[in-house]
């Protein structure tokens, strides 16, 4: 069968934020750029993420002075705020360094790092330096290409013969000499009503990115038939109506 290259699902993450702000210095600036887990994106300037920040300093302050209260509700109170401090700092995403910094230098800072979820190849970006973003805008997509997915037509009369775990070949119509290994990861549960066939999913290693998504790939499972009665296909005389063959 002929399969579509795609990118594995589990190996996607998409960037975006939940403050709005403006995009300050842009460290991965093209399509295609290889990015490691924690490598910094961007730094983004947001009013609300420095209002925050400055919140956070005020109650770390008021933990230090009110803490040893003979007040047990002024002490707890304290501490609660500084607590709800960080947490609205955590909800959006900026890491436990970043606070510890702040906290060690007492000192506000304009702008923010926000790193990269995961190792991969930027497939999607959107964001421009000095651009505004706003909460949920997606500004990159990254996919970890090391390893991919092979989504293939199988007709209906033949997926009896196909089983997850299966092995396959898979080779590419301009490097046929090249061929790659690759397994049935996943039998979708649903058929296309019109072509007859169900998608079948192959899952192989891509280690030096060969393949890209939305390439098009020939895959070949080799399944035993069993013993049955076999003609030559020349044998067989077409009479628009039925087949028939001659017995010498």
């Known amino acids: 069968t002929v399969g579509r290259v795609a990118v594995d699902e589990r190996r ?39 209002a925050t920040q400055e919140e956070y300093l005020l109650a770390l302050q008021s933990r230090t002075q009110l803490g040893e209260s003979r ?39 304009k702008t923010l ?14 964001v421009l330096q ?8 997606e500004l990159y997509t990254i996919a970890d290409l090391s390893r991919v997915w092979i989504l293939a037509d199988i007709y209906e009369y033949e997926l009896s013969f196909v089983k997850k775990g299966q092995k ?13 290994t690759g397994q049935v990861g996943f039998i979708y549960p649903t058929l296309d009503p019109k072509t ?16 890209k998504p939305d390439m098009y790939a020939n895959v070949e499972l080799r399944v035993h038939m069993g013993a049955r009665l076999a003609i030559p296909q020349e044998a067989i005389i077409e009479s628009g109506q039925k087949q028939v063959v001659f017995l010498h």
């Open 113 to 126: 790092p926000l790193h990269s979820p995961i190792s991969g190849t930027v497939i999607n970006k959107s």
């Open 130 to 137: 000095g651009a505004h973003v706003e909460p949920g805008e």
């Open 71 to 109: 007040i047990p509700e002024v002490a707890t109170g304290s501490k609660d705020l500084l607590e709800a401090t960080r947490h609205r700092l955590h909800l959006w995403d900026i890491g436990e360094e970043h606070i510890r910094d702040l906290e060690r230098t007492k000192q506000v800072t």
């Open 12 to 50: 996607l993450a998409k960037v975006t934020i939940k403050f709005h702000g403006w995009i300050e210095q842009l460290f991965v600036s093209a399509t295609g750029d290889h990015v490691k887990k924690g490598q910094r994106l961007f730094t983004i300037y947001s009013p609300d993420l420095v």
């Open 168 to 180: 396959a070949a898979v080779t590419l119509s301009y490097d046929p000499g090249t061929v790659l």
């Open 196 to 211: 007859r066939t169900a998608k079948v999913r192959f899952e192989l290693d891509n280690a030096d990115e060969k393949l």
